[in-house]
């Protein structure tokens, strides 16, 4: 049994989709970001950056990971699935696991900040983030456009880009001049796993998100988290 603690973001997504691919049993723990129950003295005993997800595995005497990236490798080689085990093609999903973390992510996570989060506006770090995003986008539409998952089967890459990517409209950019990009995002979302995953727990981050009330809490949310961490 897998305890996985996690909030309604892509980060947190990641796993519970890779769980619900996997069919791992798992217990979740919805943390309450806003109230900063991340950095609580028991959850930094699991995950000493006070970041979600992080992952304690029963099975393996209460092993602890942090890291989204990490835990995914952690899931799909404990099971032997969605990762290849030949040098060659492992190396293709972490190359597209890495873009991820070190680019699709961040960049993402930095337009939201600007483009959602703050108060004031600030025009050259929007477009600055929002373009970065878009030239991100724009390589994955170009690897696509010949491949129809990031490294050969779909793997552990397409669902950690997948669970940031679907959220577009939250960095407030848009795909629609990237078809094979929209192609992808649709068919990955078709999945019965991937839907369950998105919904544990359901997100006000999803491009097809409609609901301004749900919206609004969740900026109000995002706002505390970011106005606190700038007051430290």
């Not at 989709?17 to 005993?45: C, R, S, T």
């Not at 094979?180 to 999803?206: C, K, N, T, Y």
């Amino acid at each position: 049994m897998i305890d996985l603690y996690t909030a309604a973001t892509p980060n947190g997504h990641k796993i519970s989709i890779a769980l619900e691919e996997l069919g791992l049993p798992y217990d979740m723990h919805v943390l309450d970001l806003g109230a900063l129950e991340q950095k609580a003295p028991w959850f930094l005993d699991i995950n000493p950056n006070g970041r979600i997800p992080a992952i304690v595995d029963r099975e393996a005497d209460g092993f602890r990971v942090f890291e989204s990236g990490a835990i995914l490798i952690y899931l799909a080689e404990k099971t032997g699935r969605l990762v290849p085990t030949d040098p060659p093609g492992r190396s293709r999903v972490l190359q597209w696991l890495m873009f991820q973390m070190g680019g699709v992510g961040p960049m993402m996570g930095q337009a939201n900040v600007f483009h959602r989060y703050l108060p004031e506006r600030i025009p050259v770090a929007i477009d600055r983030y929002q373009g970065e995003v878009r030239r991100l986008f724009r390589v994955l539409d170009g690897h696509l456009a010949e491949n129809r998952y990031l490294a050969g089967d779909y793997s552990i890459a397409d669902i950690a880009n997948w669970a940031w990517v679907r959220t577009y409209r939250w960095s407030g950019v848009e795909i629609d001049d990237l078809p094979h990009l929209r192609r992808w995002v649709d068919e990955i979302r078709a999945r019965p796993a991937v839907q369950r995953g998105i919904e544990r727990p359901p997100s006000s981050m999803d491009a097809r998100v409609d609901s301004e009330e749900k919206a609004r809490q969740f900026i109000d949310s995002a706002r505390n988290m970011v106005e606190t961490g700038r007051s430290r």
